[in-house]
């Protein structure tokens, strides 16, 4: 089953996440951060596959990456002492 790219999944505040990545400044920064973590190679590798179009998803496959995506979410929190 196809999965959603982890990496390119993560927190943000608000008007960052909302109102910010349509500003240069705010892309630019998180691209910079993209690289530092991954890397420039693999940063091009998801973008060649972003033109592809998105696979979709039936309901059963939906549900089960979100119970993944809890159980990774919970894992974490109690790594961090917050669970």
Not at 68 to 83: A, N
Request: glycine residues 4%.
């Amino acid at each position: 089953m196809f999965k959603l790219f982890e990496e390119n999944i993560h927190v943000q505040c608000p008007a960052c996440n909302q109102w910010g990545m349509k500003t240069t400044k705010i892309q630019e920064a998180y691209r910079i951060y993209m690289e530092d973590m991954y890397g420039a190679r693999r940063i091009r590798a998801m973008q060649r596959l972003a033109w592809r179009a998105a696979p979709k998803f039936d309901r059963q496959e939906v549900i089960e990456y979100q119970k993944e995506l809890k159980e990774k979410i919970r894992d974490e929190e109690y790594r961090i002492g917050e669970y």
